[in-house]
């Protein structure tokens, strides 16, 4: 997905588009908007529109820990793998240079989008082990080295979903799934494996 155009100050181009990028969970978000609207007449904020929801500090605490355990198992996994080495290099390759801006950036759309269709529109319709089969089976690719993104992905969105569950809304799913991405993103992009 080169774009050919050149990065920031004239340097290497960026691989991925950000339009694409935006576009893509700009569309997923609104689906998930639609779907809960549609389904039950509330916002994918929430599991249900009744639910009691812990104090903000605790769903914000809940999520943060959750994805600075996730970052760490991640990384333990890519040093201590070749799966995970393997992994980590195909996905560096793939994304080419990232600006810290442009990485979070990326991160937080895929964030906000991913868990409000996967858990917000999708987990209370199908419940938390239908919800993770199938946000594990959106993170399939059918290549030899990114075979391992779907057995993280799988965990990650377990996770993610009993955060949820747990919570009552999206904080804690939502900024977990965040810091995974932006600082895996940095790392990879990066070069710092």
Do not use: C
Request: net charge positive; no cysteine.
């Amino acid at each position: 997905m080169a774009t050919g155009k050149s990065g920031p100050q004239g340097g290497a181009p960026e691989t991925l588009s950000a339009r694409l990028v935006v576009g893509f969970y700009a569309l997923m978000g609104a689906a998930a908007l639609i779907w809960r609207l549609v389904s039950d007449g509330a916002l994918p904020w929430a599991e249900s529109p009744a639910s009691p929801a812990l104090p903000i500090h605790a769903r914000a605490a809940a999520g943060l820990a959750a994805g600075a355990a996730l970052v760490v198992v991640s990384r333990v996994w890519t040093a201590h793998s070749e799966a995970g080495r393997a992994l980590a290099a195909e996905l560096a390759r793939l994304l080419g240079p990232l600006s810290h801006g442009r990485a979070w950036g990326f991160a937080a759309a895929s964030g906000l989008a991913e868990e409000a269709f996967f858990r917000g529109a999708l987990q209370p319709r199908v419940g938390w082990l239908a919800a993770t089969l199938i946000f594990a089976a959106a993170h399939f690719v059918p290549a030899p080295k990114l075979w391992s993104w779907s057995v993280f992905a799988l965990a990650a969105g377990a996770l993610f979903g009993a955060l949820f569950a747990a919570t009552g809304d999206l904080l804690a799913p939502l900024l977990a799934h965040v810091l995974v991405n932006g600082l895996n993103l940095r790392w990879l992009a990066a070069g710092e494996r």
